[in-house]
């Protein structure tokens, strides 16, 4: 299956990191540009689809990686330079995150962080995409967070709730092209606590499942562009 030019952004941990290896060991041909703010992660997943991409046939392949700093405004400018550059056909957005607890007793700039990574950016690069005709941009939401309130997460939930609310009212707009929204719910991965309640259930779902959903999801025409995937 032929890929495309696909960028992944907030590629370097849980879900997003998952995400690549899932599309890289699919597709007949990679080119791959993946971007998050840690360099070393990042520099350690493009070694990682490297190696497996020496039992492969193909050679029409190529994986990229650009480390910057998504809550930052110069960050941005260096992230939608480099999307410039790549040329995708197609984004997947993984990036947000946010502190946890009881809303007052958070800094305000960790808040703000959360607000920023997790909708501003992503608002921004669905803004981008739809100026350069880029034609798919899928976005992360939540199923445990976008539509209720999340005791603990107000920052991280009143973005997700942001996102999914941007995403249907473009939708109202009649785009000319296609602007999803993928809502997993608890995954374990490392960015779950370790005793968090999900874990004991059979709520959770492992990374490497949601991102076969998605990957397959997102290759297909599909009248509901919002999927929500929990158990």
């Given at each position: ?34 971007m998050a703010r840690k360099r070393e992660l990042l520099s350690e997943l493009k070694d990682e689809l490297d190696e497996a ?179």
């Amino acid at each position: 299956m032929d890929c495309q030019r696909m960028a992944v952004l907030g590629a370097s941990r849980g879900f997003g990191r998952a995400f690549c290896h899932c599309i890289w060991h699919d597709c007949d041909s990679h080119k791959l540009l993946v971007m998050a703010r840690k360099r070393e992660l990042l520099s350690e997943l493009k070694d990682e689809l490297d190696e497996a991409r020496k039992d492969m046939s193909e050679k029409n392949s190529l994986v990229e990686y650009f480390a910057c700093d998504f809550a930052r405004e110069d960050g941005q400018i260096q992230a939608l330079d480099q999307l410039e550059l790549f040329h995708p056909e197609r984004i997947f957005y993984f990036a947000g995150g946010g502190p946890y607890g009881i809303f007052e007793k958070k800094a305000w700039k960790d808040h703000v962080w959360a607000w920023t990574v997790t909708f501003l950016f992503a608002a921004r690069v669905v803004h981008w995409a739809m100026q350069q005709g880029v034609g798919q941009v899928v976005l992360i939401g939540s199923a445990i967070s976008e539509s209720t309130g999340d005791p603990g997460a107000a920052s991280y939930s009143s973005a997700k709730h942001a996102l999914l609310g941007l995403v249907r009212s473009i939708h109202l707009e009649n785009p000319t092209f296609d602007l999803r929204v993928f809502s997993p719910g608890y995954m374990d991965t490392d960015l779950l606590p370790a005793h968090a309640t999900p874990r004991y259930t059979e709520e959770i779902v492992s990374p490497e499942e949601a991102g076969q959903v998605l990957w397959k999801w997102s290759q297909h025409d599909a009248a509901n562009k919002h999927l929500v995937y929990s158990r």
